[in-house]
């Protein structure tokens, strides 16, 4: 149960966890409970033993971990009690036999109940306020008369047409494999390529779940949860649903929350932090896009959704799905070890041909030129067919790159290890990483020159450029920038599918969720970064990249054509994607996991220091190795102290220890004794530290 309890001088909301009889305090030091502010307890039995688990193997504390997973409104104390629900009106038996035109006299009356009768359902507030806005004073005699009713349960769900098309064998056989296993623990991995029917599956699991008096937790990544994506989810279950996301305001946030607790919503749906709202039956869990590293969190509590998400599903003994088109080294391990059971969907649903991937090696190209000749050749000839394409560029703005012509200096940003990115539109250099926005110099810091180039290609530039070069083609930019506005996403998606746009320029944002059915033609400009980064993973991330964004491509009579860019041509990476598939990608990478020793075949903890300066991070890591070698099993590796890759950021220098062990079980021991003795050592003053379990950005 929450609490208010004094604090210093103001107050604060605190969580009552347990009692004691006893303590060694002098009573003066003791202070009295101000107000007890729930009359039950606010979190079910079981979502506290899995807050309490979480707190313990994150190692980060209690307090906090339910800080994390109460909505905003119940940290700040509000009552645990649900709005009142919508009002809606509907015509009474009395009123479904008036003779509207017997109301001419009285138009205001006359459109309300010509409303009402054409609508059996009822009308809600919004809905009567289009119809007049004094709504109000039309109903109220409309009551009097008796021949309105209001409700507050609402509407009976419009009866839906059924599916015009059956669910395919592979769907069909998914979906039996779960629902025999149900009320048991088991893992899924529901592997298909982009638009091969997973949704599909996602709906008919849920649909049963709730048929058997259950609920249903969907995962999706915080980009997959577009509107669309919600109207599908609405359209296709019949049952009261909760949505979760960061768009939502406090107050529609805790409705959704005690929904999902009091066992009013049947199915949930909700971005990386739903993880941890109470289920009242929990029947099934899913993770969409589960190799997503959206999944982590990357500050505080640095959970993995996905991974707690199996946690939870072992506490209900309930099944628990991860899709994806691309899943995660780590998911495709656990299914060889046989702790997951595989699901496949081989091919997209009616039209069976992948779309076909082809290099062009830019070393045989002119350099400078964003879009190599046979790319802008592909593109026109796209457009000349009335057919739309698709170009990825990792990097937005207009050019990452800002040098001086006479002595080569580079723009960096003043706080970290990174160059500023020219905005075009303001005319602006801005680091991405610590949000600096300068104008750009007069003169060159380093030798007085006075004339810049800007170097390199974002989506700004690569628009730009396209524009010029096809001055008839409709270009969309999507980028942060570009849908930085409320609402400017969704009208952009709009004009994709109304065929308003030829060419479709952005970022990673493009290769999540949706589906472009007039794309046959993408193009990822520059593939190079992802192959020879410092962080482990960074070609998984590539591969998963490229296999996400070409699965935008042709659908159903339009095949998909692909031509990556790059000056390695000859990669093996490549190679594996191109000449297979992402699968025999994976058995490669996951070989060079094993020889290496690296995830999945062995547990990582990093513990990241930032200080002002770097000798500070350096004695404490010191410090925190030479303990780690008195507590920590002797199996666990110690690797490091070394600055991060981007030594300095917003000001601040960053170094890391990272951990490495055979199994988990290594790996938690002696965590906790070692960061006890850790938090009191006079090194750890001068610097910021946070250790990070199963990290998914090693820097
Ligand atoms: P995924 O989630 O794997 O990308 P979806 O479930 O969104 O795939 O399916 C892609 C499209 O194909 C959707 O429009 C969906 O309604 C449709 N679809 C799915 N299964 C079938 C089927 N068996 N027959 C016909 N259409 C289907
Ligand atoms: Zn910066």
Redesign the pocket.
């Known amino acids: 149960m929450r609490l208010r309890v004094p604090f210093g001088r103001s107050t604060r909301v605190g969580i009552l966890l347990g009692k004691a009889s006893h303590t060694d305090l002098p009573p003066n030091r003791i202070k009295a409970v101000l107000e007890i502010l729930d009359s039950e307890p606010v979190l079910p039995t079981a979502s506290l033993d899995f807050l309490r688990w979480t707190s313990r193997y994150y190692h980060h504390p209690i307090g906090e971990t339910l800080h994390t997973a109460l909505p905003v409104a119940l940290r700040r104390g509000e009552p645990a009690v649900p709005s009142k629900p919508a009002l809606h009106w509907h015509l009474s038996a009395a009123g479904k036999t008036v003779n509207i035109a017997t109301l001419q006299h009285a138009p205001r009356q006359h459109a309300i109940m010509q409303a009402l009768q054409a609508q059996p359902n009822g009308l809600d507030e919004a809905a009567l306020r289009s119809i007049h806005k004094d709504w109000g004073s039309v109903l109220k005699s409309l009551l009097q008369k008796a021949w309105v009713k209001s409700s507050d349960v609402p509407p009976e769900a419009m009866e839906r047409p059924p599916r015009s098309?059956?669910?395919?064998a592979a769907?069909q056989q998914a979906i039996e494999t779960v629902d025999t296993q149900r009320g048991s623990f088991q893992p899924y991995l529901l592997d298909?390529?982009?638009?091969?029917?997973?949704?599909?599956?996602y709906l008919a699991l849920a649909e049963h779940t709730v048929a058997a008096g259950l609920q249903a937790l969907i995962l999706v990544p915080e980009i997959g949860l577009s509107p669309q994506m919600i109207a599908r989810y609405q359209d296709r279950l019949q049952a009261p649903l909760a949505v979760l996301h960061s768009g939502l305001n406090e107050r529609q946030r805790l409705d959704g929350w005690l929904a999902a607790r009091d066992g009013k919503a049947a199915v949930i749906i909700g971005t990386r932090s739903a993880i941890f709202v109470p289920l009242a039956r929990p029947g099934l869990f899913i993770v969409d896009e589960e190799h997503d590293p959206s999944y982590k969190q990357q500050d505080g509590l640095r959970y993995s959704a996905r991974d707690l998400a199996m946690i939870r599903a072992r506490d209900a003994a309930a099944p628990i799905l991860l899709?994806s088109?691309t899943p995660s080294l780590e998911s495709l391990r656990n299914v060889e070890a046989g702790r997951y059971q595989r699901l496949h969907?081989p091919a997209r649903?009616?039209d069976s041909r992948p779309p076909d991937i082809a290099i062009i090696d830019l070393r045989k190209q002119p350099p400078h030129a964003p879009l190599a000749p046979p790319l802008l050749k592909a593109v026109e000839h796209c457009l000349a067919k009335g057919e739309q394409a698709l170009l990825f560029v990792n990097r937005r703005g207009y050019a990452p790159v800002y040098l001086c012509h006479a002595c080569g200096a580079i723009s960096d940003c003043p706080r970290c290890d990174a160059h500023m990115v020219l905005h075009q539109k303001s005319g602006r250099l801005r680091c991405h990483h610590c949000g600096t926005d300068q104008a750009p110099p007069n003169k060159c810091p380093a030798c007085g020159a006075t004339s810049f180039i800007p170097v390199g290609a974002g989506t700004q530039r690569i628009s730009t450029t396209l524009q010029q070069r096809l001055p008839k083609a409709r270009i969309l930019r999507i980028d942060r920038d570009s849908t930085r506005r409320k609402g400017s996403m969704e009208k952009a998606l709009e004009q994709i599918h109304a065929g308003e746009v030829d060419i479709l320029v952005g970022t990673q944002m493009l290769a999540k969720g949706h589906?472009f059915p007039k794309v046959t033609l993408v193009g990822i400009l520059d593939a190079d970064g992802g192959l020879f980064s410092t962080d482990f993973r960074a070609s998984e991330r590539l591969a998963q990249l490229i296999i996400q964004v070409s699965g935008r491509a042709g659908r159903g009579e339009h095949p998909g054509k692909v031509y990556i860019q790059t000056h390695h041509p000859d990669h093996p990476l490549l190679q594996a994607l191109v000449e297979k598939d992402y699968q025999n990608f994976a058995e490669a990478a996951l070989h060079e996991r094993m020889e290496t020793a690296l995830p999945p075949y062995s547990w990582l903890a990093l513990l990241r220091a930032e200080a002002p300066t770097q000798e500070a991070n350096f004695s404490f890591l010191e410090a925190a190795r030479q303990l780690a070698s008195e507590v920590l099993d002797p199996q666990m590796l110690l690797l490091g102290p070394v600055a991060a890759v981007m030594e300095r950021r917003r000001g601040r220098y960053r170094a890391r220890l990272l951990m490495q062990a055979e199994s988990r079980e290594i790996m938690q021991a002696g965590l906790d004794p070692w960061l006890k003795t850790l938090q009191s050592h006079k090194s750890a003053r001068r610097v910021r530290w946070s250790l990070d379990i199963d990290p998914v950005e090693v820097d």
């Open positions: 098309w059956q669910l395919n769907q298909g390529v982009t638009g091969s029917g997973k949704t599909e599956v899709g088109a969907l649903v009616g589906h």
